[in-house]
């Protein structure tokens, strides 16, 4: 990383959230999903700094350098959404460009509903807007998906998948990460035995980190999304009228059960769907030039 990106710890929320941060301008507020972390916005930093922003990456929390809390409820949707607006105010600033991926996708839909007054602008990453399902998401996939195997279900149960995953982290990042990404190109593909995207060297950031922290924290987000949909009720059909760009590759397997269609109903201000061909699910780091082109160019327009 250039040596302009300033690494800090910052107390919001009840927690302390490590950022990474460089440049000045708009503050602009990069979210990572799983199994991730604020060095999964490598490529976004210096050209966002480049081009008059305030780029910030922040380790959410339960991952990296940031607070990885005991309680299971410490995670669900309000508290992750309380911590951004905590980064905003903490930044002294009344609103920030939100850009998330994956679960930071998650995140920033979720504050485009309950306080939108904080969002300047909406970049969502690879998960498209989830209209609230008539039931709780458990209850969904369990109908959706039978006996067959489905990795959100197999996280739910605590201590089993971050056992099988902190036994080796390096063998449980590699397969997560290829298996979705841009190196299996019809899902039934052998997985190749090297990234074709992300150098050793880089990989051996989150696996180093992963081996640190253990995967605990990350997989508490996803035993919340029933409580989240309890917690969300009251907002859960208010429009979004931020203005909003979606990117996901093209490849990317989770539009094939999240589609992008049925977010434009409440997404009111969706002004770009970009989908990038060939490109797996790890949008960003597989394809840093066009990603950064995509996001530039929407920021430009605002």
Same mark, same amino acid.
């Given at each position: 990383?250039?040596?302009?990106?300033?690494?800090r710890?910052?107390?919001?929320?009840?927690?302390?959230?490590?950022?990474a941060?460089?440049?000045?301008g708009p503050?602009?507020?990069?979210l990572?999903?799983w199994?991730?972390?604020?060095?999964?916005?490598?490529?976004q930093? *210096?050209v966002?700094?480049?081009a008059?922003?305030?780029a910030?990456?922040?380790?959410?929390r339960?991952?990296?350098?940031?607070?990885?809390?005991?309680s299971?409820e410490d995670?669900?949707?309000? +508290?992750?959404?309380?911590?951004?607006?905590?980064?905003?105010?903490?930044?002294?600033?009344?609103?920030?460009?939100?850009?998330? +991926?994956?679960?930071?996708?998650?995140v920033?839909?979720y504050?485009?509903?309950?306080a939108?007054?904080?969002?300047?602008?909406?970049?969502?990453?690879?998960i498209?807007?989830w209209?609230?399902?008539?039931?709780?998401?458990?209850?969904?996939?369990?109908e959706?998906f039978?006996d067959?195997?489905?990795y959100?279900?197999?996280?739910?149960?605590?201590g089993?998948?971050?056992g099988?995953?902190?036994?080796d982290p390096?063998?449980?990042?590699?397969?997560?990460?290829?298996?979705?990404?841009?190196?299996?190109?019809?899902?039934?593909a052998?997985?190749?035995?090297?990234?074709?995207w992300?150098?050793?060297?880089?990989?051996?950031?989150?696996e180093?980190?992963?081996?640190?922290?253990?995967?605990?924290?990350?997989?508490n987000?996803y035993?919340?999304?029933?409580r989240?949909?309890?917690?969300?009720?009251?907002?859960?059909?208010r429009?979004?009228?931020?203005?909003?760009m979606?990117l996901?590759?093209?490849r990317?397997?989770?539009?094939?059960?999240? *589609?992008v269609?049925?977010?434009?109903?409440?997404v009111?201000?969706?002004r770009?769907?970009v989908?990038?061909p060939?490109?797996?699910?790890?949008?960003?780091q597989?394809r840093?030039?066009?990603?950064?082109?995509?996001?530039?160019?929407?920021?430009?327009?605002?």
């Amino acid at each position: 990383m250039s040596g302009d990106v300033v690494h800090r710890q910052i107390a919001v929320n009840g927690v302390e959230l490590h950022v990474a941060e460089t440049g000045e301008g708009p503050l602009v507020l990069l979210l990572h999903g799983w199994p991730e972390l604020w060095f999964s916005w490598r490529h976004q930093l *210096p050209v966002l700094a480049a081009a008059g922003y305030h780029a910030v990456a922040p380790d959410q929390r339960g991952y990296g350098r940031s607070t990885r809390p005991e309680s299971v409820e410490d995670y669900d949707i309000a +508290h992750l959404g309380g911590d951004i607006v905590g980064l905003i105010d903490a930044f002294g600033e009344e609103r920030a460009i939100v850009v998330g +991926h994956d679960w930071g996708s998650i995140v920033a839909w979720y504050l485009a509903q309950s306080a939108p007054e904080r969002l300047r602008a909406l970049v969502a990453m690879s998960i498209p807007f989830w209209p609230r399902p008539p039931k709780p998401p458990t209850e969904v996939w369990k109908e959706m998906f039978g006996d067959h195997f489905f990795y959100m279900l197999h996280f739910q149960t605590p201590g089993l998948a971050d056992g099988q995953l902190d036994r080796d982290p390096g063998a449980g990042l590699r397969l997560v990460m290829r298996k979705v990404s841009q190196d299996v190109f019809d899902g039934t593909a052998e997985v190749p035995p090297v990234f074709k995207w992300l150098p050793e060297e880089d990989f051996a950031v989150y696996e180093d980190e992963f081996r640190r922290t253990g995967f605990t924290g990350g997989l508490n987000w996803y035993r919340n999304v029933d409580r989240n949909w309890a917690l969300t009720a009251g907002i859960a059909e208010r429009a979004i009228d931020v203005p909003t760009m979606f990117l996901a590759g093209e490849r990317d397997p989770v539009l094939r059960f999240i *589609p992008v269609e049925p977010m434009r109903r409440q997404v009111r201000d969706l002004r770009q769907v970009v989908l990038v061909p060939g490109a797996g699910h790890w949008i960003q780091q597989e394809r840093p030039a066009e990603t950064n082109e995509a996001l530039l160019g929407f920021l430009r327009g605002l």
